[in-house]
């Protein structure tokens, strides 16, 4: 069971949650194709390991976190807002 | 859409037999002796270093698509490799469920193409998988569940699938422990698929390992795939912990990890990878001869020869490699259980389990070629992959020997994303955690 | 004393307060503090069972959780509890317990046959057989197989409280697991270090290992009088850590006292969930059996068991034992019974020569080295041994009972879900695991040092590193005052299995046998997991916990490989069998999930409304409570020909406020509202980003920044968090803020041709004119005196007004609209009149915005923005979606208007009738129209209209002829509503 440090409102348990899948993909633009529309909408990355994501506080302050957990260990190491990052050198698995 | 051929009865090949036949005389004779006179039901193959085939995955689908290329279509040169030992992945993990209620025509022939041939398995394989076909029954709460699935059913019955409407009280005749007014969501009546049932899910993987060794396939454990080698757009072999082994068709049968596998042929697929939880309680006498599932949440329940009931829920809603459960949804199903089946309340719950599988986009399973030359897909299976590994296996063996799907596992294919001819059967669009 | 074999004064036993029970109609006596088992022992009853598969006799084998064999059937106020573990059942008055897997009777047991014929029952043998004829399995051999299987019964009396049970939610610094010499003293140290700790254990009392020792009474004392001081230490009895589940989340289960539970309204268990920042595993070992033919005869007790039932309930497990034992801590089972003047008839150790071996010749008990017992004489109940020498002589001796011990495993699993790895200790000839930092330590007999001293002192050890890692200084309390020394103690030599003739379990409660195991790995399931699953080896209540290791080492001699290779099965959660009813907790039945109730729920009531489950929502489905489609029909018939009320309370409403809130709007709904004029409304569609409709309903510009968007009932949670989403991680650079209002406005609609007289008696200083006020206008208003909103939208089709007033002034706005309009014969309408209205007039629900159907699909093709980007534009313009036999929504109606239709029927070609060219999905009898309407969605649809098919529904064995109409089967020019 997951317990994601929210930065607004604390620990909290993963029932609070609503998770919004991977946080590093932008969604295209008008002037993408059909082909990154697909890709953006259909296709994963779906690592074994580090994944950075989004999770939504619907049971807080509703505001989106970005996440970076572990998909076996569960761990997570770093939660942001939706415009920061998580230092270059953490990002390295 | 033609209709789905009927599965023909696969020969085994006589030459490599390991195990000889099993038989009631044979298990008396062998009494008399100790039980000594049996050998390995699979062989333990050493890898070579080319095949036709490689199938990456000794699980249900890899270990039946290895028995169908070598009994259907003759094709034996075929390696199915495994990192750990077979079988000991969802086939192993899975709450054991086979039926072909579905509200895709694609997908009831596709599921119902299966049903048949577990319906034949044990002859097929000379293994008793204890194939129990005791009915699945759906209760419904609300009329709009009702139309849902008074919709499935007719569409089932116009397929030349059994469906039948049971009443509240049918229901319980068929399941006394029932609680039809449970206090929130009164059982407003079921619907009953008397050819569903249950099948003991490890010995699938040991029938179809021994059927296709016996036929002639190297069955390799303990050896795990490392790389995919491509050439240009086109696969050569793979890279394993045993070293490369050069092969004319890969096929990933890996559910639950396609997409590691097909990264390492630098492929993106549309799959998530989820947990999903099983559990199992204490023996008890025979109380509930049927599969049951809860509508008003997310519940389904069986009990097993050995006397466990076996039951599940949903997945955790986010991705996960990790095959474990938790907290939240074991009270959220046992929550369930309590509610529909209330004298259940004292019954022991045993052990808690996880498996990971690929949720594709759509929640259908994808059994396809890929954009890569001499890569073939098994995969996608969300929550279906167990009742479906005989279909899966026959289908991936077609389109590997033929080189074109299967007409009843034609909707499965890859591009159907791209294409917009998604087969979303709860119609909640690309949100694994929804399916 | 009560029972014959009642010896001595136990810890916990009561000789002031006999007890009467019942076990097979026997009536017996006990003491208070006694547990089933202990009392059954005293009684001198060892028959208490029979085995899983071959209805061997089976008796009490421990004295905990790990127990195999004595299970019973419980009878009691819940009716007959299957699976009930005499050995931590604590006997009360009138306890009524009755033995399982038997018949007729536990003495003679038909099916003890299968014992004769155990030689063509292998492991696995169902795999190899019953396979022919086909039909058989089914009907002949599995109901005979399941009726044999199983353990207990099951026979529930269920009543309305039937499962009290509660969960409740905990937090610590450091969570404890077993209160032995290393969890007391790590509690101490931790406590006193001021951190925040929860000591959870199994056993009734604190203790452990030391209850068992009286040299540690004082320490005991002492330490947890110390424990008791510190505010900082909560004690937790009877409770098992379940297991754990990451982030520092364990699960455990209290099993309330008897006299608990009476103050907890009957409660039984209380499942806690603990959040803790650490955990010290200080769960001890738990002690082994030996594979030896007859390892499971009645009156074989493991050797630790026999000196708990002595030292907590003064019960001789036997008056004349003998001894099978491999490691010198089980000698302490030998003097204690010594001490009881029960001297033990001989110890058999296979080890040449030993410390305790030395002490007990000493003490003049015979001690047989080089030995091992190669067979058990007795069926019902041990009579004697056979023993064998090292030079292969044998000797036979007389017996009671036979007391074993093969050695002790720490207890693993906690630290394996932990993520912990095996590790193989040859000292104890066992696995140990260390939880991965930073999740917590192991200390004591659980991390494999064993004696209670040293594993105080490394209790300690483990509390005080801890400590350090939680930035606190830990005290130094080297394990405190008066700690007593441990025994020096020979190490033990691994020993496994006696191989000699006969059945020699590995599992006592599935009946597996070494000669099984063997079986499997002959067949080539050679891996531990394959191994379990052939041979159902450690699958059973007690999880393999005394045996599994055992199993493990005989398929390791079989495979010729290391034990350390081989491994051990994965643990998986939970660490004891618990109830349903504990893990559900109280949200259950009646309690299962919340009740929405509308602001109008109590009058809805009182005005004789059937209610529906709508989701979590209770929605007046229809004010009456006779079936049948009248009722319904007479308030839709109100609406189409005078006025009714209707409550929409339920339809998510979402405030849309900020600079750029129009064009938030316009980026998530397809169609435009940047060019909504305010005070005006507009019906928007929302789509999936693959293109797909997600959602419908109004939306109203109530200022230039200021937007209020409606959504489905069903889908309100989800398009907000939709809009959030993707506010917050598409659109950031946008000045919008949602604000979620949908409990804070009750709104209704009042619908019909009376609707704007109705209305114009309660709304002031609002011109409702049709220039003034005209179709799909929206403006604040004064309702019967409140501050409200006034929107001119038709769901019914009929002139239609909706009026949203705060949820708490929802009765007086509501019933000034039904006295306003009570001359004009205005009516409550409830779901399925609105549904009958809605279907006539061709507007879709939820029936219809199933998750696969396209705008294009249900008609709102021209709604589409051409220009400008949006969700689901790029996906929506696949080939696929633009399919020409695509299904689309169109009308249907019987031809003979006589016949019904239903929803879920399909719709099939004459010519080919058992191809579905679509489906019924919204039906009803009409009010306008004659007969029934419907809605369906149907391949190539529009094309089809004016044709006629046949409408089919196999389960019901109906076929109608259909006609297909336009889905506006109502005043399609919309005069009505503009009216």
């Known amino acids: ?93 | 859409m033609p209709p789905a051929p009927r599965p023909s009865a696969p020969a085994i090949a006589p030459e490599r037999t390991s195990s000889g036949r099993y038989s009631l005389w044979r298990l008396l004779r062998e009494g008399l002796n100790g039980q000594r006179g049996w050998s390995r039901a699979w062989v333990k193959a050493a890898p070579r270093p080319r095949y036709r085939v490689v199938i990456v995955g000794g699980g249900g689908h890899g270990l039946a698509t290895a028995f169908y290329l070598a009994t259907g279509h003759g094709i034996c040169d075929v390696a199915v490799l495994e990192r750990g030992p077979l079988g000991l992945g969802n086939v192993a993990r899975n709450t054991t469920i086979i039926r072909s209620n579905y509200f895709q025509p694609a997908n009831i022939r596709f599921y119902d193409f299966s049903l048949r041939l577990w319906e034949r398995l044990e002859r097929s394989l000379n293994f008793n998988a204890m194939v129990s076909q005791r009915g699945t029954l759906n209760l419904f709460h609300t009329e709009a569940q009702r139309d849902l699935f008074t919709r499935r059913a007719n569409l089932m019955r116009l397929e030349g699938v059994d469906a039948a409407a049971l009443s509240r009280a049918a229901v319980k005749a068929l399941v006394p422990l029932v609680d039809l007014d449970n206090g929130r969501y009164p059982v407003l009546g079921g619907f009953l698929q008397p050819r569903g049932g249950t099948v003991r899910h490890d010995a699938v993987a040991w029938g179809y390992a021994r059927g296709a060794s016996e036929a002639g396939v190297d069955i390799v454990e303990h050896c795990a795939v490392t790389g995919i080698r491509r050439e240009g757009e086109r696969v050569v072999g793979v890279e394993t912990s045993r070293g490369f082994i050069a092969a004319d068709v890969v096929c990933l049968a890996v559910a639950g990890h396609s997409s590691e596998l097909a990264r390492m042929a630098g492929l993106e697929l549309p799959i998530e990878t989820h947990v999903l939880q099983a559990f199992v309680t204490e023996g008890v006498k025979p109380v509930l001869d049927v599969v049951l599932t809860y509508g008003a949440g997310h519940f389904y329940i069986s009990q097993s020869d050995k006397g466990g009931l076996v039951f599940g829920g949903a997945i955790d809603g986010y991705n996960t490699y990790g095959q474990r459960g938790t907290l939240p949804m074991v009270e959220e199903v046992t929550a369930a259980a309590v509610t529909l089946l209330p004298a259940l309340a004292r019954v022991k719950v045993l052990r808690q389990w996880g498996g990971v599988m690929d949720m594709s986009m759509d929640g259908s399973p994808i059994i396809s070629q890929t954009p890569l030359a001499g890569l073939v897909l098994n995969g996608g299976w969300c929550y279906g992959g167990f009742k479906a590994i005989p279909a899966g296996g026959f289908t991936t063996a077609h389109l590997i020997a033929h080189g074109a799907p299967h007409p009843v596992a034609a909707h499965l294919d890859l591009g159907r994303f791209a294409a917009g001819r998604t087969v979303d059967e709860r119609g909640v669009g690309p949100f694994p955690y929804l399916h | 004393m009560t029972g014959p074999a009642r010896i001595a004064q136990g810890l916990l036993t009561d000789p002031a307060r006999p007890l009467a029970f019942r076990f097979d109609g026997s009536e017996m006596r006990g003491l208070a503090g006694d547990t089933l088992a202990s009392a059954l022992l005293a009684n001198g009853r060892r028959l208490v069972g029979r085995s899983f598969k071959y209805h061997r006799p089976r008796g009490i084998v421990t004295a905990g959780c790990e127990e195999p064999c004595a299970l019973v059937d419980l009878i009691g106020a819940a009716g007959r509890e299957p699976n009930q573990l005499a050995t931590t059942l604590a006997l009360h008055e009138g306890l009524v317990a009755v033995s399982q897997n038997r018949w007729p009777s536990l003495e003679l047991d038909v099916l003890a046959v299968n014992d004769l014929l155990g030689r063509f029952l292998p492991a696995g043998f169902y795999y190899k057989t019953f396979m022919a004829p086909g039909w058989a399995w089914e009907r002949l051999y599995e109901p005979l197989i399941r009726r044999a299987a199983g353990l207990g019964k099951l026979a529930a009396r269920v009543t309305e409280h039937a499962a009290p049970a509660e969960i409740v939610h905990d937090h610590a610094d450091v969570l404890v697991v077993g209160a032995g010499s290393a969890g007391l003293a790590a509690a101490a140290v931790l406590g006193t270090a001021g951190l925040r700790v929860l000591l959870a254990d199994q056993d009734v009392m604190p203790g452990g290992g030391t209850l068992l020792d009286p040299r540690w009474s004082g320490w005991r004392e002492e330490i947890c009088r110390r424990i008791a001081a510190l505010p900082t230490v909560r004690r937790l009895a009877r409770t098992t850590v379940l297991g754990a589940y990451g982030h520092g989340v364990f699960g455990t289960l209290e099993a309330l006292a008897p006299q608990e539970r009476a103050r907890f309204g009957g409660l039984r268990e209380r499942l806690r969930v603990v959040r803790a920042r650490r955990v010290l595993l200080a769960c001890g070992a738990g002690e082994r059996l030996i594979a030896f033919p007859g390892n499971d005869v009645p009156g074989v007790m493991l050797a630790g068991a026999a000196l708990g039932y002595l030292r907590r309930y003064g019960v001789a497990a036997g008056l004349k034992p003998v001894f099978f034992l491999n490691n010198d801590e089980a000698y302490e089972t030998v003097f204690a019974l010594a001490e009881a003047r029960v001297l033990a008839a001989a110890v058999i150790d296979p080890r040449p020569s030993g410390r305790a071996a030395a002490r007990a010749q000493e003490a003049g008990i015979e001690v047989i080295a080089g030995a091992v017992v190669c067979r058990v004489r007795g069926r019902r109940g041990v009579r004697g041994v056979r023993v064998m020498g090292a030079n292969g002589s044998t000797r036979r001796l007389d017996a009671d009972c036979l007391l074993m011990s093969g050695g002790h495993s720490p207890a693993t699993s906690l630290a394996c879900q932990l993520g912990a790895r095996l590790e193989w200790h040859e000292r104890i000839a066992a696995f140990t695991a260390e939880p991965p930092s930073p999740a917590g330590r192991a200390a004591g007999a659980a991390r494999g040092v064993y004696g209670l001293a040293a594993a105080a002192l490394d209790g300690e050890t483990a509390a005080r590193a801890l400590a350090a890692e939680l930035g606190r200084t830990a005290p130094l309390l080297a394990a405190g005052p008066g700690l007593p020394s441990d025994p020096d103690a020979t190490p033990l030599v691994p020993f496994w299995e006696v191989r000699a003739p006969g059945k020699a379990f590995v599992d006592l409660q599935n009946d597996v046998t070494a000669d099984d195991v063997r079986l499997a790995c002959r067949e080539g399931y050679e891996h531990v997991e394959h191994m379990k699953r052939f041979t159902t080896c450690a699958m059973a209540t007690d999880q393999g916990r005394i045996g599994g290791l055992v199993a493990a080492a005989v398929l390791a001699h079989a495979r010729g490989a290391p034990l350390a290779e081989v491994g051990q099965v994965k643990p998986r959660p939970f660490l004891e069998p618990v109830p349903f009813a504990a893990l559900a907790g109280g949200e259950v039945r009646g309690h299962y999930k919340p009740k929405r109730r509308v602001p109008l729920h109590d009058w809805h009531e009182r005005a004789g409304a059937t209610f529906v489950n709508t989701g979590l929502w209770l929605r007046p489905l229809v004010y009456s409570r006779a079936a049948g489609w009248e009722p319904v029909l007479e308030e839709a018939r109100a609406v189409r020909r005078a006025a009714g009320i209707t409550d929409v309370s339920t339809l998510g409403k979402i405030d849309v406020q900020g600079p750029d809130a129009a064009r938030f709007l316009d980026f998530v709904y397809a169609n435009t509202f940047s060019t909504l004029a305010v005070g005006r409304a507009r019906y928007g569609i929302m789509l999936r980003e693959d293109g797909m409709l997600f959602d419908d309903g109004t939306t109203s510009r109530l200022g230039a920044t200021h937007f209020l968007v409606t959504t489905t009932t069903a889908n309100s949670a989800a398009v907000l968090e939709h809009l959030e989403f993707h506010l917050q991680a598409v659109c950031r650079e946008l000045d919008v803020v949602l604000t979620d209002v949908g409990d804070q406005w009750a709104q209704f609609a009042v619908a019909g041709p009376r609707a704007r007289e109705v209305i114009a008696s309660v709304v002031e200083g609002l011109d409702l004119t049709n220039a003034a006020f005209p179709f799909m206008a929206a403006a604040e208003a004064r309702i019967a005196g409140i501050s409200g909103r006034l929107f001119r939208i038709s769901f019914s089709g009929e002139l239609a007004y909706e009026l949203a007033v705060p949820a708490r002034t929802a009765p007086v706005a509501w019933q000034a609209v039904l006295a306003a309009g009570s001359r004009y014969g205005i009516r409550p309408y409830g779901l399925d009149a609105l549904n009958t209205l809605r279907i006539e007039k061709g507007h879709v629900t939820t029936a219809e915005l199933n998750g696969n159907t396209t705008a294009d699909d249900l008609g709102f093709q021209r709604m589409l923005k051409k220009s400008g980007d949006f969700i689901g534009r790029a996906l929506g313009a696949r080939p696929g979606l633009a399919a020409t036999d695509r299904l689309q929504l169109v009308g249907v109606r019987p031809v003979d208007r006589a016949r019904r239709l239903r929803n879920g029927m399909h719709l099939v070609a004459p010519e080919s009738p058992r191809t579905s060219l679509g489906y019924v999905t919204s039906s009803t009898p009409s009010v306008e129209l004659e007969g029934w309407v419907g809605l369906a969605l149907l391949a190539g649809g529009r094309q089809r209209i004016g044709t006629r098919l046949l409408g089919t529904s196999p389960i019901h064995g109906e076929r109608t002829e259909l006609e297909v109409v336009s889905p506006h089967m109502l005043d399609a020019e919309n005069t009505r509503v503009r009216s």
């Not at chain 1, 969604?27 to 939504?56: I, K, M, Q, V």
């Not at chain 1, 989106?64 to 807002?81: A, F, M, P, Y």
């Open chain 1, 1 to 93: 069971m997951l317990r994601i440090p929210c930065p607004w409102c604390g620990t909290r348990d993963e029932a609070e949650f609503r998770y919004h899948g991977d946080a590093t993909r932008p969604r295209p633009t008008a002037a993408d194709t059909l082909a990154d529309f697909s890709r953006y909408t259909y296709g994963r990355d779906n690592p074994l390991g580090w994944h950075l994501e989004w999770w939504l506080h619907v049971g807080g302050c509703r505001r989106l976190l970005k996440v970076e957990r572990h998909t076996l260990s569960h761990e997570i190491r770093w939660v942001g807002t939706p415009e920061a990052s998580p230092a270059p050198e953490v990002q390295a698995p």
